[in-house]
């Protein structure tokens, strides 16, 4: 069990920008999640895949965002046109289907803009 | 909807002295009750869970349980140590459909020597 890898730790960049981040859960799990943290805050759900399919999206997933998981296996977050707001930490899930199971976290990608 | 409500920090506790966290919860169903903790740089690392009512968490010293009929899972620690400083958060899972968790906003614990 390597745990949840993310991809890159830091990402620095002007406003306007786009970007891109990877998650790589660990391999038994076929459930992703994908959270937003800003400082001083929890992590906000933005959206949820279940093996390839994206199965739910927050409101807080503007029509800028895009996540994939494009073969069921590791998931990527763009952000396109980054915003000042945009600044936050991206934490990546992920789990197990049964019931109760608990999310593991990766460390988390950390955006600033510029 | 699902919300979660923990004491607000940072608190600030001698070695070896007893910790509380408060937390409270709404949830429509019986929800899953989570705390993680969070180091400085790092992600959020699982801590204790309780899935019903009654149940007790309990992990590295730390335990919390389940009240449904307060709507309470609230952290304690019979005697924290410096290692122990970090953000903790309490959530809760949604009891159907995709489990997304809900987090409350964190409280900072510092543990000075």
């Known amino acids: 069990d390597t745990g949840v890898s993310q991809d890159p730790r830091h990402k620095i960049t002007k406003r306007g920008q786009n970007v891109t981040f990877r998650c790589d859960p660990i391999?038994?799990?076929?459930?992703l999640y994908w959270y937003r943290q800003t400082l001083g805050q929890g992590p906000e759900f933005l959206t949820y895949f279940q093996n390839e399919a994206q199965l739910e999206k927050s409101r807080l997933l503007s029509d800028r965002f895009s996540a994939e998981r494009p073969k069921g296996s590791f998931s990527t977050l763009e952000i396109q046109r980054t915003e000042q707001g945009d600044s936050a930490m991206y934490l990546c899930?992920?789990?197990?289907?049964?019931?109760?199971?608990?999310?593991?976290f990766g460390d988390g990608t950390r955006l600033s803009i510029l | 909807g699902n919300s979660v409500t923990q004491m607000e920090g940072p608190v600030t506790l001698s070695e070896e002295a007893f910790l509380t966290i408060n937390c409270t919860y709404t949830a429509t169903g019986y929800p899953s009750l989570f705390w993680y903790v969070q180091y400085p740089g790092e992600g959020l690392q699982l801590l204790l869970k309780?899935?019903?009512?009654?149940d007790k968490g309990s992990n590295k010293g730390f335990e919390a349980t389940y009240r449904k009929e307060t709507t309470s899972f609230h952290l304690e620690k019979g005697s924290v140590q410096v290692s122990d400083s970090a953000v903790y958060f309490c959530a809760l899972s949604d009891p159907g459909g995709y489990q997304k968790v809900t987090f409350g906003t964190g409280t900072k614990l510092q543990v000075i020597p």
């Open positions: 391999s038994e799990h076929n459930r």
């Open positions: 899930a992920s789990s197990l289907e049964t019931s109760n199971q608990p999310q593991h």
């Open positions: 309780a899935t019903k009512a009654d």
